[in-house]
């Protein structure tokens, strides 16, 4: 692995010098380079140009001194989720992180995604996600009304379309999925945990006009929902300003609530039978016991010791009585 | 020799992007065994940045909207170079396939009837695009890969393709290729192969284009001995950012203007009106009173010249720069904030909000953007079957971006999200019945895979020679300055020069560092193709003297009839190949161009273009 510091001020500039600072301003590179085997960061000086963005200059690094530095991207404008790294310690894409926002005089550190395993240098090894999309139930419509096979196309109201077009702007870059503590620190919970996106992607379709899928058994069994102590660290990185925890995972947990704890609705569905639901509703409508039941009535609290302090010990999701609560507004600052 | 992978298939898709994922639900669908293949993270293809929407004539807004009106259109837009079959059959199956997408979980905006709403868009005669908001197309890939996963269609990703491979009777049997994250290799046996691959815009320095559009499919079908055509004919989107210059060529929305922004030149004049070409003078605006009164209501008068073809608009952008009248940055202004409210311009138009709001510090709701033409879309690409999507060489398809025909010398708008479903359905549809037609096992043949894994890591073994980053820098100055948006024939024969002097270059790449997620080395496997989709570009360019659609000569300024009955049939003819060029590919040299009749329209389409035209 390459450890020297590389200087090279008079490097070629990729667009014949046109807007490199009159100056001759520098701007230091500090890039994490390695492999699953280990590594570190190395150090690249470049002239300055204006009014670039940090993986333009990740570019000029691969360009001109370190032609095989590894690092994912492609559409280089915030669609298409590629090129999450943690640039001075803060998960973001890199195509949306101008240099003139960083703290000028500074260098500009830049590092994977901590919460995945390194394939190389910049880029990480996201297939849990694609593994955890396979597991939750897809879209599955109701049939069309008289009215909608004569209009052709099936009837909603803008207004109903939307609460789900929300989670579909998501552009999948994983950052919540990167930040969430739930995971980040402890990968055993992987297995169990279906992270920040896939709530989204839940709730998505859980409020779809047309979707007729009960999942709510899935998301408190298979999916660990009861996990996410609604930090708000997911709605804080998301580049597209999706409120995850607010309007995805808060509703999708009373939600589950209302179908697993709430005794009134559960003799009322016992006695009129739904019309949404899948074979798995039975495990789902059933009352909760063993440890899983004393879970909050009221989704909106925090898990004591983990709000804003990642090196806390954490239990595992199970609620404490006797803790300090935390209304959702309060949980981040 | 590397050791590689062997897995078989019936149907192998390259490119998941809306064509190539479309093309293998249909195959799954049919109980075909199938695999998708892509060279990135599945989700990320370059459908994610179409913006505006799919074009089909749902006539949920205009009623008196139909499939004759829109194919009409499109014939129009492409100045009639188009393949007639696949635009009737776009006209007609987009509406169906849009619909279908609802049923796979879309969530198009909606009518006040509830029904999907839809934009104005150039050269579309009644508002025609399905949208949701200005990201249309992360709805479009979402859906269908969402889908895909549903189905349990296996995906290979991060896999770049090298090379397809053909049996003894030249049927295509398979692929050959490699997986970035390791650099480990791998073969593909299938009885049927589509070709997804999108577009070949990296070739330019100033494009909407990731790194992903280096024209794989274009050149892989050129050296497995398919045809290609209409190569010459690319479109530059008259609407790129032009600043900062690291964003210059990103893209900005043609719904922009579909929602009322106008260009204006240095001198505050919309310079459009004076752009106004007689093939659309009839329809028109003449005043700006005129053509604002159209956005409420199309009967009320004709459609401001800012929605003409994007060729149209491209050329005028260029000539107003020329001039003198452009912006500080070199392009002119693009102007919705004095037309709508903030708030309208942030619900309709989010992401482009976002997008000058973080990238240039530009706040469009309370100024103007400055634009300018950008590489944006092949018209051209391999030549295909409209109804079966089969290329000339049996076993292997084609649908998407990287097909050519259905667009003919300049796209519409909106007409390319349609044009993935419903031709990623018929490749799909076409593989499935060629996979289920061939008899006997699909090999490998060991002596074709081993030619191509030796040339593969060739530039690793090198001790010394070019950096790929340079030659990928020249070849985009060259195809950027001497085959851009205006041509002429010395620069062009400049350029053919030019490209050779490149491809000679590419054949001694060194790259350090391994195979492991090496981007140089991936940059070094690329640059085959990007060569050999150059060089069709300026070959095609050099032959269709006259200017038409994408394709504009300096010294051939007008359309030419003879000119505009022919499509240049480009073709490595059997057995002429070799392995001469870049990466052990055939040389650049070996390409031929032979003009060809294109297909005579049949008498009752040529009525309704007729029938039309009275209006």
């Known amino acids: 692995m390459a450890d020297e510091s590389v200087s ?72 298409c989720g590629s090129c999450s790294a943690e640039i001075n310690g803060k998960p973001a894409l890199m195509c949306m992180t101008r240099m003139s926002e960083l703290p000028p005089d500074e260098d500009v550190v830049v590092a994977p995604m901590r919460g995945f395993p390194i394939l190389r240098d910049l880029v990480t090894d996201v297939s849990y996600n694609y593994e955890v999309a396979k597991r939750i139930p897809p879209f599955h419509p109701r049939a069309k009304t008289e009215d909608e096979v004569e209009a052709g196309g099936y009837r909603m109201a803008q207004i109903d379309v939307e609460r789900s077009q929300e989670f579909r702007k998501c552009i999948e870059c994983y950052l919540c999925q990167n930040v969430c503590h739930v995971i980040r620190d402890h990968e055993e919970n992987k297995t169990a945990f279906a992270g920040p996106r896939f709530f989204a992607r839940s709730a998505e379709l859980e409020m779809h006009p047309l979707d007729t899928t009960d999942r709510r058994a899935i998301l408190r069994e298979e999916q660990g929902l009861g996990k996410c102590n609604i930090t708000k660290c997911c709605t804080e990185v998301c580049p597209e300003h999706i409120k995850i925890t607010d309007n995805a995972i808060i509703p999708l947990k009373e939600r589950v609530v209302d179908a697993s704890y709430d005794p009134i609705a559960w003799l009322g569905r016992k006695i009129r039978r739904r019309t949404k639901g899948t074979a798995a509703e039975a495990a789902a409508t059933a009352p909760a016991t063993g440890p899983a039941a004393v879970q909050p009535p009221v989704p909106v609290q925090g898990i004591p010791g983990v709000d804003g302090d990642e090196d806390a010990p954490y239990d595992g999701g199970t609620f404490d009585p006797d803790a300090e609560t935390a209304s959702a507004s309060q949980a981040t600052e | 020799m590397p050791e590689y992978e062997t897995h078989d298939f019936d149907v192998i898709v390259i490119g998941a992007g809306g064509a190539g994922l479309r093309a293998a639900i249909e195959a799954r669908s049919q109980g075909l065994r199938t695999a998708l293949i892509c060279k990135s993270l599945l989700g990320k293809a370059h459908t ?8 089909a004539a749902l006539g949920n807004v205009y009623p008196e909207d139909n499939w004759k009106v829109h194919f009409r259109d499109t014939m129009r837009g492409g100045k009639m170079l188009n393949n007639w079959r696949m635009a009737e059959l776009h006209a007609k199956e987009a509406p169906d396939r849009v619909r279908e997408l609802e049923e796979w979980g879309a969530l198009f905006d909606r009518t006040k009837d509830g029904l999907i709403t839809q934009r104005d868009f150039g050269g579309h005669r009644f508002a025609r695009l399905a949208h949701i908001g200005d990201r249309t197309g992360l709805e479009l890939i979402r859906t269908l890969q969402q889908k895909a996963v549903a189905d349990g269609i296996e995906v290979f990703m991060e896999v770049k393709v090298l090379r397809l491979l053909r049996d003894g009777d030249g049927a295509v049997s398979g692929a050959v290729g490699y997986w970035r994250p390791t650099g480990e290799f791998v073969t593909f046996t299938a009885k049927a192969v589509v070709l997804a691959t999108g577009s070949i815009g990296k070739s330019w ?47 900005v929305t043609e719904g922009v203007r579909g929602d009322g922004g106008v260009l204006r030149n240095s001198e505050g004049r919309r310079f459009m009106f004076d752009y106004i070409p007689a093939m659309f003078a009839a329809e028109t605006a003449k005043t700006e009173e005129e053509g604002d009164r159209w956005y409420d209501d199309h009967s009320a008068g004709q459609r401001p010249p800012e929605l003409l073809p994007r ?7 260029n000539s107003e720069v020329k001039a003198g009248r452009g912006s500080p940055h070199g392009g002119v202004y693009l102007d919705i904030a004095t037309r709508r409210s903030p708030e309208d311009i942030r619900r309709r138009l989010p992401s482009m909000y976002h997008q000058f709001k973080e990238l240039a510090g530009v706040d469009i709701t309370a100024e103007a953007m400055e634009v300018g033409p950008t590489c944006h879309y092949a018209m051209g690409g391999v030549r295909v079957d409209a109804d079966t999507a089969a290329t000339t060489v049996p076993g292997l398809f084609a649908a ?18 349609s044009d993935l479903i419903v031709f990623g359905r018929r490749a799909g549809m076409g593989a499935a019945d060629f996979a289920r037609g061939r008899s006997g096992k699909v090999a490998v043949d060991a002596g074709q895979v081993d030619g191509v894994l030796a040339a593969a890591t060739a530039p690793l073994d090198r001790e010394e020679g070019e950096n790929p980053y340079d030659l990928q820098h020249d070849l985009q100055e060259t195809m950027q300055s001497l085959v851009g948006i205006i041509r002429t024939g010395s620069e062009l024969e400049e350029a053919l020069g030019k490209l050779e002097e490149l491809e000679e270059r590419a054949t001694a790449i060194s790259i350090g560092g391994g195979r492991l997620y090496n981007p140089g080395w991936n940059l070094a496997t690329d640059l085959p193709s990007m060569l050999t989709v150059s060089r069709a570009v300026t070959q095609g360019a050099i032959n269709r003297k006259e200017s038409r659609g994408g394709h504009t000569r300096d010294d051939y300024p007008k359309a030419d009839p003879e000119m505009g009955s022919v499509n240049f049939v480009q073709r490595i003819p059997e057995g002429t190949g070799g392995t001469a060029g870049a990466g052990g590919t055939p040389s650049i040299r070996t390409i031929t161009v032979t003009p060809e009749p294109i297909p005579e329209m049949p008498d009752e389409l040529k009525s309704l273009m007729e029938l039309e035209e009275a209006h």
């Not at chain 1, 500039?13 to 085997?37: C, F, K, N, P």
């Not at chain 1, 570190?40 to 993986?55: D, H, I, K, N, S």
């Not at chain 1, 690092?71 to 669609?79: F, I, L």
Request: with cysteine; proline share 3%.
């Open chain 2, 48 to 55: 994610v940045m179409a913006e505006g929407g799919a074009a």
């Open chain 2, 400 to 417: 998407g971006e990287v097909a050519g025909g259905m667009h003919g010398a300049n796209r519409l708008g909106g007409n390319s999200l």
């Open chain 1, 8 to 79: 090279d001020g008079g490097a070629a500039v990729s667009d014949g010098g046109a807007a490199v600072s009159e100056d001759g301003a520098q701007v230091t590179m500090v890039l994490w380079r390695g492999d699953a085997s280990g590594g570190g960061f190395v150090e690249y000086v470049l002239p300055a140009v204006e009014g670039e963005v940090v993986l333009d200059v990740v570019h000029r690094v691969q360009a001109t001194q370190a032609p095989d530095l590894a690092c994912r991207w492609n559409c280089k404008a915030g669609k």
């Open chain 2, 205 to 251: 320095k100033y494009t909407s284009n990731s790194w992903e559009s280096t024209g794989d499919g274009v050149a892989m079908a050129l050296w497995a001995g398919a045809d290609v055509i209409d190569m010459e004919c690319v479109q530059f989107h008259p609407t790129g950012m032009v600043w900062p210059l690291s964003v210059r060529g990103i893209l």
């Open chain 2, 311 to 317: 060729d149209e608009v491209a050329r005028s952008i």
